[in-house]
Structure formats: C-alpha cells, structure tokens
C-alpha cells in the first residue's frame, strides 16, 4: 500500500479505531515475536523459548502474551487466563522489568484494559477476574502450593536456582486446557537452556539487537557493533547465540554450574582480592574485587564479585574495605604491580586497622590463573549464586574475545584470592558461618 494510501485510511479511523489498531499487538510485532500456533511437530507447544539479544524486544513479546492471555486474545486464547505465574531472577527485576518497565505488562496495556498493581500482595488483577502472581527464581519453594495455567519466566539464564524454580513452576501448570509458559532470556550455555531446547514440547524464537534497531537509541547498535562485533561476547549479547567453549580457554561454563550452591557450609577463613586498575579514569579497566573463602570441607567458595569500574584510588580502597567489612574477611590482598606501596597504602588509609597483603605478578596471566583453572576442573571450587559478569571473563579467558587491550580484571583478582587461600602457612583457626 502507498504511503499517501495509507495515510488517507487512517485518517478516516475514529480515534477508538486507532487505539485499538495501537494495541494489535499482531499488526506491529515481528514474526519472531509472536508465539507458534504448533510445534515443529504439529504438536501443540508448551514452553515458547524466546532467545534474544540485548534489546532485541524479549520483554515486550513476553509482556504482550501476558495481556493476550488475561484478556482472552486470539490467537494467543480464546478465553481469559485464571491465573498467571510472573517469575524472574528476583522480586525487584519482576517489578522493574516485566510488570513496570518500559516494554512491561501495565504499559503494553490500554487504559481501559489496564490491571491493577497490588504491590503488597504482589500481583495484577484484570477487571474479568484474571490474576498474574509475582515470584524470585531466589525462592522456588514460594511457587510450592499456587496453580496457574499460564506463566512469563524472564531471564531464566540469569537464575540461581533455574532448574529447581522451573521444575516448581511445572508442578503448578495445571489449570486450564493447555497450560503454556514464555520464557525470555538472552542465551547462556547453563543447564536449564539446554534442557529446554532439548524438549520436543519446546519451540524456540531467535532474534538479535539489530532486529530492534527501530526501538533503539540510534548510536546504541552501531557503538556496540563497534565494540563487540566479532567477539564471543558481542555473538551472545547482540546475536542471541548460544556460545560453546572455545577449546582455547582455561575455563569451561559446565565446571562452574556443577559446583554451584546458593549458600556456602562454615568458613575458616575468608580474604577479599583487588587488582586495582592502571589508570584512575571512567573509561579505564574496572578495578577487580573478589570476596572468597575456604570451608571446613577443604573446598573453595567464591562468596561475591564487588568489583568496580575504575575510579580514583579512594574509590575502590572504599569499595573493597566495605567488602571485607560485609564478608568479615580476615585480609585484604592486593596487586602491587602497578602502583607499589601506594595500593596498600589506600587501603590503610581507609581502614587504618585492615590486614593486606600485597602480592606482585612475576608470571603471565595464563600460568597465574592455570592453578585456579585446575580447582574447578577438580571440582574443588563453588560459586555461591551467580556471578555472571566474573564468570562471563572466566569463560572467555583465552579466547579471541578479548581484545584492544582489555583485561580481565574481575578474573585476576578471582586468581589472586583463590591462590591466596590455597597457600596452607596462611590458614587461621577462625571459623565463619555466613
């Protein structure tokens, strides 16, 4: 149809007209963002997996389901849902994201049509009596007991607890004719994607950043391109590829999910690790901050990844001071390569009492971390939670990935800890219950 064709037909739509047509969803919606009738089987589906990049329009497809389903749509139902499960990483990104975000739940709906937010029970209500209930992949056991027959899992590749939250989910999937579930996520290589793709009751939807690119800042793909185009890095968060391990690096993703745990067994001893940066700039490498710990098991805790982008000195020394204040670390050991004295020095300006030990580089990255890297190949190391930044670098490390001149900060102060840790003339009789 011509422009000036079109142009005249709106023209004659009344205003309700072009409010309606506003929200047919299924009038501006991409082709991957709107759900499969069957499965590749010609089986009706049970789990929509929508692998996306970064802005690729995840959140708006999930959300639009969710008021196809509450209000009865077609294609999506022919009648309203009862009860709607809104479950991502915490209570917080639910909030945030898909209920009040910018592509969320409320504004993908008309004012008309608009539920209502009762934030103290955590959920939606439609006027036809269609209610989403909010839920924390960090509390599967909070989806013990509630029934649904619909449900909207964003960021599943995100999850602490993915496969025990899901498997939760699954049991409560039992109203209505045909229970379904979106899920949303830019991709990983975890257990629970993999699981999924592997399931014949699974259909998948695959878009990119650039797929978007007409709901994006105009400058935002091609800065990223720029900067991530051809890397591993930039094919998972703008390519929405699931990305195998290059057989290059010293890590491999499968050794850190095997030994995940969500809290850690007692500690006898906990240092933090910071490896600061060069330079003191916004645009310079961030400045690593590893808290870790070695429990009474004989085994090796990666507590958390506090590490920050570089700053003046005052503002990291702050920022690992506090970490060992939260953690009740027995030291702090810092890198003194680039700046001698003076790191540690910080340090003890900001806490005047706080134990460091400094430590100096003398072998290459590669054969400093190649010790580590044999902990977790052996199984002797668990992350507690997901640290998804640290163990992005770790993955990578030794890849083509990393490139002009970055470094992986947040690795070598992981390094510095757990070698720290592993040295037997530095243990203390101290016992920590976190």
């Avoid at 095997?258 to 003191?280: G, Y």
């Avoid at 490498?285 to 003046?312: M, N, T």
Wanted: glycine fraction near 10%; aromatic fraction near 6%; charge should be negative.
């Amino acid at each position: 149809m011509e422009r000036g064709t079109l142009e005249r037909d709106l023209g004659l739509l009344s205003d309700d007209q072009v409010a309606v047509l506003h929200r047919d969803w299924q009038v501006w919606a991409r082709d991957d963002q709107l759900p499969p009738v069957v499965g590749e089987d010609g089986v009706p589906w049970r789990v929509w997996l929508i692998l996306g990049g970064r802005g690729a329009g995840k959140t708006r497809a999930g959300a639009e389901w969710v008021r196809a389903k509450a209000l009865g749509l077609g294609p999506v139902g022919s009648k309203p849902a009862q009860r709607i499960a809104l479950v991502g990483e915490t209570i917080g990104e639910v909030r945030n994201v898909m209920v009040e975000g910018v592509s969320g739940i409320l504004s993908v709906h008309g004012a008309g049509e608009r539920p209502s937010f009762e934030t103290s029970r955590l959920q939606l209500t439609w006027s036809n009596g269609a209610v989403a209930q909010m839920f924390s992949a960090e509390n599967p056991e909070g989806l013990r007991g509630p029934q649904f027959d619909a449900a909207w899992c964003d960021e599943i590749a995100k999850w602490r607890t993915a496969d025990e939250t899901w498997d939760m989910l699954q049991f409560g999937l039992r109203l209505g004719e045909r229970p379904q579930v979106v899920a949303t996520t830019t991709p990983r290589r975890v257990p629970i994607l993999e699981r999924l793709m592997e399931d014949a009751s699974t259909v998948v939807s695959r878009s990119t950043t650039a797929d978007n690119a007409g709901n994006l800042a105009p400058s935002f793909v091609a800065e990223m391109m720029r900067r991530y185009g051809g890397s591993v890095l930039g094919r998972q968060e703008l390519f929405g590829e699931i990305i195998a391990d290059d057989g290059g690096g010293l890590w491999r993703r499968d050794w850190i999910e095997e030994q995940r745990v969500a809290s850690p067994p007692p500690l006898k001893r906990i240092v933090v690790a910071v490896d600061p940066p060069v330079t003191a700039t916004v645009q310079s490498d961030a400045c690593g901050i590893v808290v870790a710990g070695e429990g009474l098991d004989r085994r090796y805790y990666v507590l958390a990844d506090r590490s920050i982008q570089g700053r003046e000195p005052a503002v990291w020394a702050r920022a690992a001071i506090a970490a060992k204040k939260d953690f009740d670390a027995d030291r702090v050991v810092a890198e003194v390569n680039q700046g001698g004295d003076l790191v540690a020095s910080v340090l003890r300006h900001v806490d005047p009492q706080c134990p460091v030990r400094k430590v100096r580089a003398t072998r290459g990255k590669w054969l400093r971390a190649e010790p580590v890297a044999a902990l977790y190949a052996e199984g002797r190391v668990a992350h507690v939670g997901a640290l998804t930044a640290l163990e992005d670098e770790m993955c990578l490390f030794g890849t083509n990935a990393w490139g002009r001149g970055r470094s992986p900060d947040r690795l070598d102060a992981l390094v510095w800890a757990l070698s720290d840790l592993m040295e037997p003339e530095t243990a203390g009789p101290a016992v920590r219950l976190l």
